[in-house]
């Protein structure tokens, strides 16, 4: 079936201003990701849903940052107030149910944020 | 925080020669997992090698991990220009909630 899809691909917006970034993942996929990748930089791990439990937030780097995910369907990442040091590609990832020993993550091709 | 250091930062090869990235990590792990990336987009899966294993192979890829020294190798043999990318190492806590913590990447650049 299709993979994991975000939208939108690019997204430049003025400093102060809110988005919203999508993230569909695969279907059956209960697990849910978010990761920012800086320029020339690693991920950095944002938040994780998983089914219905409470989703682990421990990676928003402030409360400006905030996402949701409705049952086992889409996630929206929002950044309200955004700031130039916002600016980096926001990359979603999808995994089915956790087995002993872990389970690999597909990811979405990123929506790249500028803020000028 | 990152808790992968991958080394080398950078590497270039000519093609047909091996690639070795070196990934070391801090905390206790479930799983290690190898992705690739091109051009700063989505990450693709290359392989999880779980705590319990030492050496995994899929295709020209060969992992190796040692949890006594906290780290792990991702062998290229024969590397083709295709090969030229991003190449990242991401952990897996025990207690496993399925969060990855990714390490820097090393860029591999395979010249033709």
């Known amino acids: 079936g299709a993979g994991v899809s975000q939208s939108p691909s690019n997204k430049v917006t003025e400093k102060g201003k809110d988005v919203e970034l999508r993230c569909d993942p695969i279907?059956?996929?209960?697990?849910l990701y978010w990761y920012r990748q800086r320029l020339g930089q690693g991920l950095e791990f944002l938040i994780y849903f998983q089914g219905n439990s409470a989703p682990d937030k421990s990676g928003l780097p402030s409360d400006r940052f905030s996402a949701e995910r409705t049952g086992e369907s889409v996630s929206t990442l929002t950044i309200q107030r955004t700031q130039q040091e916002d600016s980096a590609v926001y990359l979603c990832?999808?995994?089915?149910?956790?087995?002993?020993?872990?389970?690999?993550?597909?990811f979405g091709p990123g929506t790249r944020l500028t803020v000028t | 925080s990152q808790q992968g250091e991958e080394d080398p930062q950078a590497l270039s090869i000519q093609e047909g020669e091996n690639a070795t990235m070196n990934c070391s990590y801090k905390?206790?792990?479930?799983?290690l997992q190898w992705y690739r990336q091109n051009s700063g987009r989505g990450l693709v899966h290359l392989i999880l090698?779980?705590?319990?294993?030492r050496e995994k192979h899929s295709g020209r890829l060969r992992v190796t991990l040692d949890t006594s020294k906290k780290s792990s190798s991702l062998l290229i043999t024969a590397s083709r220009a295709a090969d030229t990318a991003s190449y990242f190492c991401a952990t897996a806590s025990s207690g496993n909630t399925g969060k990855l913590i990714f390490g820097q990447g090393t860029t591999l650049q395979v010249k033709p």
């Open positions: 090698i779980r705590s319990n294993e």
């Open positions: 279907s059956g996929h209960t697990a």
């Open positions: 990832a999808s995994s089915p149910a956790l087995g002993a020993g872990g389970r690999e993550q597909y």
């Open positions: 905390t206790s792990i479930n799983n």
